[in-house]
């Protein structure tokens, strides 16, 4: 087949996280699989701009990435030169696949494929969900549906929803307009693993056996403050805090780092990415993801990829995997139950291990992008589940 995906920010992005590391999987999972694979996206990370060529397309993993910059107004991401080039490619395509909600680019090319009677795959990345309409900008979300998206998703071939989660949230919306399918994200564990020596790099000062980590973009949806408060009331545990912190909460939290006799509970070390990411999860006891809501939960596929157990919240996509390792796994979004929860499972080094045996051995069977690529080029031919 001949894919085309748009995504609005793309390696090297790494501040954006999660939906720009599953965009990058699946790509490279499709293009693995003999399909020919064509991103377009845009240059921007965060205020600046990525040093990428804008003129040709970059392979990356056998993927080709189009990028394209932006002008003003620059919050919706605004680029007739995205714009030119989708009118150029799309004809020529089986299937396109628009991620995110929001952003001028995404309707802009979704209505290109619908002239061109190209199939359309709309991936809304948990924008969607009740709680991200209702939150920040709801009146212009609301209008922005009406006037962009609403169209769109009717006229899509499939809505692909990344979590059973996910999914519940457009139906209650009522923008389950399309036929809706639930994929979630892949991931494949680091060949070689993290050696120990890479592990002591970021772990080396704090003992096994207190080791919690929480990676996520420090933001309130994401609960970091939550993580805080419930690391500082377990004298047992130590949480290392990797991420970007695009919207200032670094210094806001750092009081609350310490615990009343002193003694520090947290601290933040950075965005991690590559090697260094995968040594921080696997050298963890715990990952701690006490998300307000998440349409998947990467950083948590991640962490059991390479065999370290998570503790997440309801409005975790990624939960009902985690439901199935260990329902104790899955808390009430509180600072005593998400401290409770630690407290035991730090103090069970055996059940942490087997738990996370067990999870690195489901990921690997069932969760790899090679088989989650082969559900999706399913979805974009139509075939029945």
């Given amino acids: 087949m001949r894919v085309l995906i748009f995504a609005p920010n793309y390696l090297p992005a790494t501040r954006y996280g999660g939906p720009v590391r599953s965009t990058h999987g699946l790509a490279r999972g499709l293009a693995g699989q003999g399909h020919e694979v064509h991103v377009l996206t845009t240059d921007v990370d965060g205020s600046g701009r990525l040093d990428v060529p804008l003129d040709r397309p970059v392979e990356m993993d056998g993927v080709h990435v189009h990028y394209r910059p932006i002008i003003p107004p620059r919050r919706i991401y605004f680029s007739p030169a995205l714009a030119r080039l989708a009118d150029e490619m799309v004809p020529y395509m089986d299937v396109v696949h628009v991620n995110g909600m929001f952003l001028w680019p995404g309707p802009r090319i979704a209505r290109a494929a619908r002239r061109a009677g190209v199939a359309l795959v709309v991936s809304p990345r948990g924008m969607l969900m009740p709680e991200m309409i209702a939150g920040k900008s709801r009146l212009v979300k609301q209008a922005w549906i009406r006037a962009f998206e609403r169209a769109n998703l009717a006229g899509a071939r499939a809505i692909h929803l990344t979590s059973a989660g996910e999914a519940e949230g457009l139906r209650k919306t009522g923008l389950d307009l399309a036929p809706c399918m639930v994929i979630g994200n892949g991931v494949d564990a680091p060949d070689p693993a993290p050696t120990p020596a890479e592990i002591a790099a970021v772990w080396g000062d704090v003992p096994a056996g207190r080791r919690v980590a929480f990676l996520a973009r420090l933001d ?138 067990r999870a690195a051995s489901v990921m690997a069977d069932r969760h790899g992008w090679h088989a989650a690529a082969q559900r999706m080029v399913s979805l974009y031919r139509g075939e029945p589940e």
């Fill in 220 to 357: 309130w949806t994401k609960g970091v403050d939550l993580a805080i408060d419930a690391a500082r009331a377990c004298p047992e545990v130590y949480l290392r805090i990797a991420g970007y912190d695009q919207i200032g909460l670094r210094e806001a939290l750092l009081p609350r780092t310490r615990r009343s006799d002193g003694s520090r509970c947290a601290e933040f070390v950075g965005p991690l990415d590559g090697r260094a990411k995968w040594a921080f999860l696997a050298g963890a006891d715990m990952l701690l993801a006490p998300s307000v809501r998440e349409s998947f939960g990467m950083s948590v596929a991640e962490a059991l990829a390479v065999g370290t157990p998570a503790i997440v919240t309801p409005g975790v996509g990624i939960r009902t995997i985690l439901a199935e390792l260990d329902p104790e796994l899955v808390e009430e979004r509180t600072e005593e139950a998400l401290a409770e929860s630690l407290l035991e499972w730090m103090r069970n080094g055996p059940r942490r291990k087997a738990v996370g045996q």
